[in-house]
């Protein structure tokens, strides 16, 4: 089984937990089976291993979430980096390209394409097997997955299968309507447009290059800036005639919003919280190390991290974000490919960073122009290269680097520094790569 996860946007709906380069797929809140925290991308790649354990898996994502899927992931995973965001066509294209140009997959096999972010269980995966079959079919050029509705939601578009077979001719897709045309649609059988499509890699490739004019995956990847934004839906399934939809009615939830989000969270409170007897329907995330407090609230969600404090009523939860679009805000925690940073403290020439550099990993090895750096070491072993100088390094030892010095650091086994940097122009752009000598 060959699925391509889509892993796009940037997630605002789920501040502050979720920002530009987290989102909301990497927030871990979901209990899994060991009894440890897991996020909805961990959760989704464990359920696909545990169906199908020989699945191959591919995440069509944004340069800056690579370094979010390799720490929760691992390096097992197939990534196909989108230079910049062009919607759900030109984003299963590339993806499609890679699949045969880089991973040599063959043009018969079925590839399935889901989003990353539905909350599902076992029967959903089943579910994506099933539609890979359907789509090998010799009358079958696409099949897409049909949702139950559950009310007349303006969130999503719909299929109007030909019948109510469980398998049918599609007769035709809606748009988002509003509740009232909903009503109508499911009056008709529509079923929900869940964004899950099934066909042959060598259907896809043929679409591509009827769209799009490019020769192989790194042109296509080259000229990817130029293409213009459109959905999948839009530019083939709305015109395909050879195309069948499965009905689904297991377990399926958008985790758009905090309202929908808190729905499926096995316990009220992730962190350091504290709930008195007169709350009612409270849900409490906090990732800062500090108790929160919460008494007499009835239908709220709160959520504390080093971006900002969230304090809502869970229904009016859902129009958060041109609030959040307002904000001006310095990322303040982000996962890296050997970890993650957190911001303690930052001035206008200074940044006090807390690191930590997972077991067996390291930063890149670099320099920067306009800006001094110390690297106190508070717990585990491990190495610095400085200018080509490697030394041994441990809890207590305090390291020095002035601007225009190449230096890294790596982890022998789970390192924790404090990272001070000093200077008049403190900038992510600073900063020179180099291979390690």
């Not at 979720?18 to 464990?46: H, L, T, W």
């Not at 591919?58 to 899927?69: D, F, L, P, R």
């Not at 009056?187 to 490739?205: E, H, I, R, T």
């Not at 441990?394 to 200077?423: C, P, S, Y």
Request: aromatic share 8%; with cysteine.
């Amino acid at each position: 089984m060959h699925i391509v996860l889509l892993s796009g946007g940037s997630g605002k709906r789920l501040w502050p937990l979720s920002n530009d380069i987290r989102s909301k797929q990497f927030i871990k809140i979901f209990k899994s089976g060991g009894g440890e925290y897991e996020s909805m991308v961990q959760r989704m790649y464990r359920q696909i291993l545990d169906v199908d354990k020989s699945a191959a898996v591919t995440i069509a994502t944004s340069k800056m979430q690579v370094s979010s899927i390799h720490n929760q992931l691992g390096g097992g995973v197939g990534i196909c980096v989108e230079p910049c965001r062009r919607d759900t066509f030109p984003a299963i294209a590339l993806a499609a390209a890679y699949l045969h140009d880089v991973e040599k997959i063959s043009g018969e096999e079925p590839v399935i394409v889901c989003p990353v972010d539905p909350y599902v269980e076992k029967d959903y995966f089943e579910a994506l097997k099933a539609l890979g079959e359907i789509a090998g079919e010799e009358e079958t050029n696409l099949a897409v997955m049909g949702l139950e509705p559950t009310y007349p939601s303006e969130k999503y578009g719909y299929v109007i299968p030909a019948d109510t077979e469980k398998v049918s001719s599609v007769k035709t897709f809606k748009e988002k309507p509003d509740a009232k045309t909903a009503e109508e649609y499911i009056s008709q059988g529509a079923l929900w447009n869940g964004g899950v499509f099934a066909f042959q890699l060598k259907y896809m490739l043929e679409k591509a290059h009827q769209l799009i004019d490019f020769a192989d995956y790194r042109d296509l990847y080259e000229k990817y800036d130029t293409l213009t934004k459109i959905s999948f839906d839009y530019a083939v399934a709305e015109k395909e005639d050879k195309i069948k939809v499965m009905r689904f009615k297991g377990q399926w939830k958008d985790l758009g919003t905090w309202n929908t989000l808190t729905e499926a969270m096995e316990e009220p409170v992730v962190g350091k919280a504290i709930v008195n007897d007169k709350c009612e329907n409270v849900h409490i995330v906090n990732e800062l190390d500090v108790p929160v407090l919460c008494m007499g609230l009835k239908d709220v969600v709160v959520s504390a991290s080093p971006e900002g404090i969230l304090v809502s009523d869970k229904e009016q939860s859902s129009y958060i974000k041109p609030f959040v679009d307002d904000i001006d805000q310095q990322i303040m925690f982000a996962e890296k490919s050997w970890g993650s940073f957190r911001v303690l403290d930052a001035t206008e020439e200074s940044l006090t960073i807390k690191v930590t550099l997972n077991s067996g990993h390291k930063m890149n090895y670099h320099s920067h122009e306009r800006r001094d750096e110390v690297w106190n070491v508070i717990s585990g072993r491990g190495r610095t290269i400085i200018d080509g100088v490697e030394t041994p390094v441990k809890a207590g030892d305090v390291i020095q680097m002035k601007a225009g010095r190449k230096h890294t650091i790596i982890a022998i086994e789970e390192l924790k520094v404090i990272e001070i940097q000093l200077g008049k122009e403190i900038s992510v752009h600073d900063k020179q790569k180099f291979p390690l000598p």
